[in-house]
Structure formats: structure tokens, C-alpha cells
């Protein structure tokens, strides 16, 4: 099990385990698992999520460069994942560094240790896995001998409160850069350990479309705080690092042999990515921008993949991942295909995004032929004018017509999805959300006299880079406080369940989502003051992140409750999202004039700027007729 160690640390380790909750999170060995010759590669490589085993081991992105990065020959690429509490205090007690699952080795032995930056708050998880892996902090504080530490995922837009953490950082899809970066790394690995290698290896890295280096920048401030400029340092840094995007799905490699967990997870399941982007339009939604635009796998390529992953896992569930998996083109011909070739075996086809409409009740229809679940919707706001203003497309007929037909059809229970402190959000817009929950109970057949079950669940807006929404000013942990208990007021029925976001989590998510670099000594402070896993309500601790508010000298205010003039610098106008600035703010002056923007699938391009430079034709086949 612990191959390439010695006698004692065996045995401390396995003394370890024995003393922790969960132990399969650490010990590897899972099937489809990787295991190399670490004498007969080039480059190791550690993929480290900064959450815990069930979290990562969910993730798709981790589960395609896992494979891409394996399929070379020169490279072998292991996995690290956060320790959960305790096994970080036994680690720290016995004084064993964090380790990779498949070799076992300490994170400071790989040449590359690569964190996947899928939320703001797993950033101390990124200073713990550091720390514990026996690697300097800070790239500055690295020397010629330490790994590179590198990052990528959504949160890389804007990682400027993590720019003294990693020596580069990924923009946009993984697939090729990712090779890129390894052919850089072994073009000058002969020289590592001598002086300027380093340097010499992060101007290479910065020559890559897409890969930023963060050292290559200075920014400088106001008096007030604001961002002034941000400037490259020397021409071998490009003033804008542009996103990387591919064009065709059906070319690319699919992880067929995805590792499978040695415990349940959250995603415990086949995955089959079917397209990727949203062309909705959601003002609020920093996913529908980053990865546009729309591309699709064809639907022959997806069952090709989906009998490939199955067969080569066990697993007795395929979910067909995407954005909004309802909107791929030939979703009600592929899903139907899929359900009937499997349902022999019982295998389950799930979809993890529905609308709220009679059309996504069919979908919900077919794939619950082997297994019946309940069913999920995301209104986001509690009356049309302010879904409007969000421009999400349902209206409340959309979504009580298909209440009613799917109570009618057997479902019990119907969760809900909402936001509180939209931009534009009155106390009226609160309630509205305790009304419509209540109006989906009555279409239930036996109406209000019982029978059916709602779930209404409720987070607080977080204004996020690159959307029409990043000028907003964040509602107060004071003001989401009094919503929340404005609409527990109104939701009194007994078959209403209500659950929600912690308001603190959302005001430090809303900081650290348009921070600056200023930030980066506030997250190491509340790492040294003891903050881990600040996503999980049971360790999440806002006092501690007050004082190390406190001790640098920063105001939350100042990053997550003040309105941005349209002409402030941004802490990310250097990093392209592909998305025209423009476009984004004539998308929030439609938000507060109450306009809505359709769907440029289903009608007219709309001018973002995403497309032509792809060459790629997002128009569905019967708009396009």
C-alpha cells in the first residue's frame, strides 16, 4: 500500500489511519488508479484539490488532466486531496509531510504541484496542503530545488489574491494547455536546481497562450485603494493573457478509465460531459461567461463514451454533464437512446440541470424510468420583475405547470433553488419567494390539504468577475441576515423545508471574488490563525477571518459592499475571459432597465465577442433553418 517508504514511516502512517475519521480518503490504491516507475518519467506531477476526498474525487476537470497528463509517457501524474482536520493534526503531530495517494511521496518531491481553483473558499485548503507538503508558501520563497506550483479552473480569473501563491496560473480549458506547459518543463529540465532556472523556466511559461505569470505584473493603487494600473514588468510578458478555448469537443480524449472512489462521494457516478458553455444569459452567472462559447459533443460520441466509461467502472449510474444538460440540441433522442440501452442492466441516466418547464419534465420522465429521484429547479428570484432583471428565463407558469404535471406523474418532493440580495431586490422580492414556494404546493392534487413536499434553498448573491454584475455592491452580512429571517417568517408550512446559505461565507466568498493582491496577507493570516475548510458551516469561523481582517490593515467593505464606477480598473482587466467588457455592461444597464436578452441560440448573436475569433456557430439547427 505504501510503496517507496520506509519501515517506521509504514508504520506511523498506519497507526495514523487507524486514529482518523474516514481513513479511505488517504490510503489510494482505488480502482483504475495509475501507478508509474517514477525512474522512467520525466515530470511528476500532483494534482491537488483543496477540499476534501469525497469533493475531488467528484470533479470532472480533475478526472480529464488526471488522464491527459497520464497518457504521456515522460509524466506521471498522482493526487493529493485536504486533509480533513484531523488528519491534519496527525500529520503535524508525527511530523509527516502531506503525501500523494498513489506513491505516497511528499508534495515537495514532484516537480509540479497543480491546485484546481474551483471556489474561493477552499484558499487556505491551497496554504494548508502547502504547508503540509513541505512547500514554501509563497513563490517568492522558493528556490531553484522547490516545485513549480501552478493552478487553473474557473476561480483563475480572477486569482490576483493568490498571486504571490502560485508562480503561474491557467486561463480557460485545460486540454492543451496542459501539455504545453509539460513540454516547457522538460525543455529545460536539464538545468534544474541552477541558478535562474526558475526565472528562466516562468518566461517560458508566460510565452504559452493562456498561462499567466503572475510575478511578471505590478499593479499599483490610489490614494482610495482602487486599482490604478497593472502593468507587465519586461516585454516578455503580454499586457492581456487571453483565455484558452477549444473548438471541438469530439476530437478530444475522454478520461474512459476514471479513478474510482474508495468511499461514497458526492458525484458517485459515470460522467459524460456533453457540451460545454451556456448561452442563457444569466446576469448573475460568471460560468455562463467564462466558458462560453456553446460547443457539443455529438450525440453518437457521448453514447460512444458513456458504454466505454461504464463498462470500464461498474458503476450503475451515468450523468450527462454540461452547464444546463437540458439545452444540448438532441438531449430528448440521446437521453431516450441511452435509458433504453441500459435499462436492462439497471443503470440509471441522470441529468444534473433541469428547466422549469413541460420540456424538462419529459427528460425527468424518461430518465427515471429505472430510478425515480426528486426533482430540482433554480427560479433564482422570487418574482418575475427581478428575474427579469437577472434575465433568467422561466416565468412562474413555467414553473407551476410543470409542478403540477410532475405531482400528477407521481413526484413527491420538488426542491428550489433561490438568491437573495440580488441587485434591484426589495423586501417584496423576499417574500415573493415564500409565495411561490406555496403556489407549487397547490398544484399538488391534493392542494393544500397535504401531500408533496418543497425544499426551498437559498444562497446569498455573490457578485463575480467578467459578469454584467461585477460593478455591484454586496449586500451586508447585516442586510442578508434580515432577509433570511424575513423569508423563515414567511415560510411557515409545515411541508416547507427551508435551508440556507451562511451570510458570512457569502460576504468573504464576494471579497476574495474581486479582490486584489492586497488579499493575498489576509488569507495567509487566517491560515496562520487557524481557518480550514471555511465552505463546511461546521468549521467555518468568521471571527478569525475578522481578525485577520483587523491585523492587515483591509476593510470588507471595500471589496465586497461598494458599487464599482464603470471605469475603475479591475484587479482582473489583465486576464480575458473572451467576453467583450462592453457587452457586459450594456448587459447590466438592460438588468436595471428591466430588459431581458434571449438566448442567442434561439435568436441573434447578441455581440459578446466570444465566437468569431473560433470561428464556432452556436445557432441551433431549427433557428439556423
Request: hydrophobic share 40%; glycine share 8%.
Amino acid at each position: 500500500m505504501i510503496a517507496g517508504r520506509d519501515a517506521m514511516t509504514i508504520d506511523t502512517l498506519s497507526r495514523i489511519l487507524r486514529r482518523v475519521a474516514k481513513p479511505g480518503r488517504y490510503t489510494g490504491g482505488e480502482f483504475n488508479e495509475v501507478i508509474k516507475d517514477p525512474q522512467e518519467v520525466w515530470v511528476r506531477f500532483v494534482l491537488a484539490f483543496p477540499d476534501a476526498y469525497e469533493v475531488g474525487m467528484s470533479h470532472l476537470g480533475s478526472k480529464i488532466l488526471y488522464h491527459e497528463l497520464n497518457r504521456r509517457p515522460d509524466t506521471w501524474c498522482e493526487r493529493a486531496f485536504a486533509p480533513w482536520v484531523d488528519m491534519e493534526a496527525e500529520l503535524r503531530s508525527t511530523g509527516l509531510p502531506l503525501y500523494a495517494l498513489e506513491s505516497k511521496d511528499a508534495l515537495h518531491q514532484f516537480d509540479i504541484v497543480g491546485f484546481t481553483l474551483q471556489y474561493e473558499m477552499t484558499y487556505t485548503n491551497i496554504l494548508t496542503m502547502l504547508d503540509l507538503g513541505r512547500v514554501p508558501l509563497l513563490s517568492r520563497d522558493r528556490t531553484e530545488h522547490d516545485p513549480l506550483v501552478i493552478a487553473g479552473g474557473p476561480c483563475a480569473f480572477n486569482a490576483e489574491p493568490l498571486a504571490g501563491v502560485f508562480d503561474c496560473i491557467a486561463l480557460g480549458e485545460g486540454e492543451e494547455v496542459i501539455h504545453e506547459v509539460i513540454d516547457a518543463y522538460v525543455e529545460l529540465a536539464g538545468r534544474r536546481g541552477r541558478p535562474g532556472w526558475r526565472r528562466d523556466l516562468l518566461v517560458r511559461l508566460a510565452a504559452i497562450p493562456g498561462v499567466y505569470v503572475p510575478s511578471g505584473y505590478t499593479v499599483s493603487y490610489h490614494p482610495d485603494g482602487r486599482v490604478a494600473e497593472i502593468a507587465p514588468v519586461g516585454h516578455e510578458y503580454p499586457p492581456t493573457v487571453s483565455k484558452r478555448v477549444l473548438s471541438d469537443l469530439d476530437r478530444l480524449d475522454y478520461p474512459l478509465r476514471p479513478v474510482v472512489p474508495a468511499l461514497d462521494v458526492v458525484h458517485d457516478r459515470g460522467m459524460v460531459e456533453v457540451f460545454r458553455g451556456c448561452s442563457r444569459g444569466c446576469r448573475f452567472c460568471q460560468a455562463g461567461i467564462i466558458y462560453r462559447p456553446v460547443r457539443e459533443r455529438s450525440a453518437g460520441k457521448v453514447q460512444e463514451l458513456s458504454r466505454q466509461v461504464l463498462e470500464n467502472t461498474g458503476y450503475d449510474e451515468l450523468s450527462l454533464v454540461s452547464l444546463s444538460t437540458a439545452d444540448y440540441s438532441g438531449i430528448h433522442h440521446l437521453t431516450r437512446s441511452l435509458v433504453d440501452e441500459w435499462q436492462g442492466s439497471r443503470v440509471g441516466v441522470s441529468l444534473p440541470s433541469l428547466r422549469a418547464d413541460a420540456f424538462s419534465l419529459g427528460l425527468a420522465q424518461q430518465v427515471q424510468r429505472v430510478r425515480k429521484t426528486g426533482l430540482t429547479f433554480a427560479p433564482e428570484a422570487g418574482t418575475q420583475r427581478l428575474r427579469d432583471v437577472i434575465n433568467k428565463g422561466v416565468t412562474a407558469r413555467d414553473l407551476l405547470d410543470t409542478s403540477r404535471a410532475a405531482f400528477a406523474a407521481g413526484w413527491q418532493s420538488i426542491k428550489l433553488y433561490f438568491m437573495i440580495g440580488l441587485p434591484t431586490e426589495t423586501d417584496e422580492d423576499v417574500a415573493g419567494i415564500a409565495h411561490l414556494a406555496r403556489d407549487v404546493l397547490g398544484t399538488h392534487p391534493h392542494g393544500t390539504r397535504g401531500g408533496g413536499r418543497v425544499t426551498v434553498s437559498v444562497a446569498g448573491f455573490v457578485p463575480k468577475a467578467h459578469t454584467p454584475f461585477q460593478w455591484e455592491a454586496q449586500d451586508t452580512l447585516e442586510e442578508l441576515t434580515r432577509k433570511q429571517r424575513l423569508l423563515k417568517k414567511e415560510l411557515r408550512d409545515r411541508r416547507v423545508e427551508y435551508g440556507w446559505h451562511e451570510p458570512g461565507v457569502s460576504v468573504l466568498e464576494g471579497c476574495f471574488a474581486r479582490g486584489d493582491r492586497r488579499l493575498g496577507k489576509v488569507l495567509v493570516r487566517a491560515f496562520q490563525l487557524g481557518c480550514r475548510f471555511d465552505a463546511w458551516t461546521e468549521l467555518f469561523d468568521l471571527a478569525r477571518w475578522e481578525q485577520a481582517f483587523a491585523d492587515c490593515g483591509l476593510e470588507r467593505w471595500f471589496y465586497a459592499h461598494r458599487e464599482r464606477d464603470r471605469d475603475e480598473v479591475f484587479p482582473w482587466a489583465h486576464l480575458d475571459s473572451g467576453v467583450e467588457p462592453e457587452f457586459l455592461w450594456q448587459e447590466r444597464q438592460r438588468a436595471y432597465a428591466g430588459e431581458t436578452t434571449p438566448d442567442c441560440r434561439r435568436s441573434a448573436c447578441h455581440g459578446c465577442g466570444t465566437c468569431p475569433n473560433l470561428g464556432v456557430d452556436v445557432l441551433l439547427q431549427e433557428v439556423r433553418a
